[in-house]
């Protein structure tokens, strides 16, 4: 069973940095697409959001509100799928979720990693 291991998270000032890491070791076969969504303080988890995801194709999708601040890529040789987060907004404060989606539409979560963005 593919796990997710997600890195990265913290606290950051207004207007700082972060990148998350998600690590899929020894997945191998085509997806969907991989990627983040995010549960903000108080929302249950079929209120999570997508943040951004690269789909199979290398298609990249962001959310609105986080279009020209987050940067979504992978490394395929490391299995690993990164959101580097800039401009960070007190807003932005939530559980980031590593997404992967695979072609039959299953979906794998990771454990989730905590950013908080102090107003």
């Known amino acids: 069973q593919v796990q997710l291991v997600e890195s990265g998270g913290g606290l950051v000032q207004p207007g700082g940095s972060l990148r998350l890491s998600c690590a899929a070791p020894?997945?191998?076969?085509?997806?969907?697409?991989i990627g983040w969504f995010r549960q903000a303080p108080g929302k249950q988890r079929d209120q999570r959001e997508l943040?951004?995801?690269?789909?199979?194709?290398?298609?990249?999708h962001y959310a609105d509100f986080v279009k020209g601040r987050f940067t979504v890529s992978t490394d395929a040789a490391k299995n690993t799928v990164y959101l580097q987060m800039d401009g960070l907004k007190p807003e932005d404060t939530a559980v980031y979720y590593c997404?992967?989606?695979?072609?039959?539409?299953?979906?794998?979560w990771g454990s989730g990693t905590l950013v908080t963005v102090p107003s």
């Open positions: 997404n992967l989606t695979l072609l039959g539409g299953f979906r794998i």
């Open positions: 020894g997945f191998t076969l085509d997806y969907y697409a």
């Open positions: 943040v951004a995801n690269l789909t199979g194709d290398a298609n990249a």
